[in-house]
Nanobody
Framework: VQLQASGGGLVQAGDSLRLSCVAS?????????IGWFRQAPGKGRDFVAA????????AYADPVKGRFTISSDRAENTVYLQMSRLKREDTAVYYC????????????????????WGKGTQVTVSS
């Protein structure tokens, strides 16, 4: 599975942005979960949101709950991250990743044990 993230950019605080993660190559299967992670300058990689490929069950990190929405389009092999009411602290490189099983384990919540990673896309939020 190859993952390609896109959609980042420079926006102002309060704006919205939608990131896309397109899967290609070997198909995603129902056991897969797809997650978005982010890494701010000088910091580690943090979990943002996840969705199960099988049925859309979702999970969010507390800092983005109520502002970000993760969704999937199986026909397009794409997972989206709709980001609203962006804040300066959302500035980071955003990555999508996939793994079989849940992402809600301590290692995976910091990006360990993922099967596939896409290249990041930069999101910069100015005040």
């Amino acid at each position: 599975v190859q993952l390609q993230a896109s959609g980042g950019g420079l926006v102002q605080a309060g704006d919205s942005l939608r990131l896309s993660c397109v899967a290609s190559g070997r198909p995603l299967i129902n056991r897969h979960s797809i997650g978005w992670f982010r890494q701010a300058p000088g910091k580690g990689r943090d979990f943002v949101a996840a969705i199960k490929w099988s049925g859309g069950s979702t999970a969010y990190a507390d800092p983005v709950k109520g502002r970000f929405t993760i969704s999937s389009d199986r026909a397009e092999n794409t997972v989206y991250l709709q980001m609203s009411r962006l804040k300066r602290e959302d500035t980071a490189v955003y990555y999508c990743a996939a793994a079989r099983g849940t992402l809600l384990t301590k290692p995976r919540l910091v990006g360990y044990g993922m099967d596939h990673w896409g290249k990041g896309t930069q999101v910069t939020v100015s005040s």
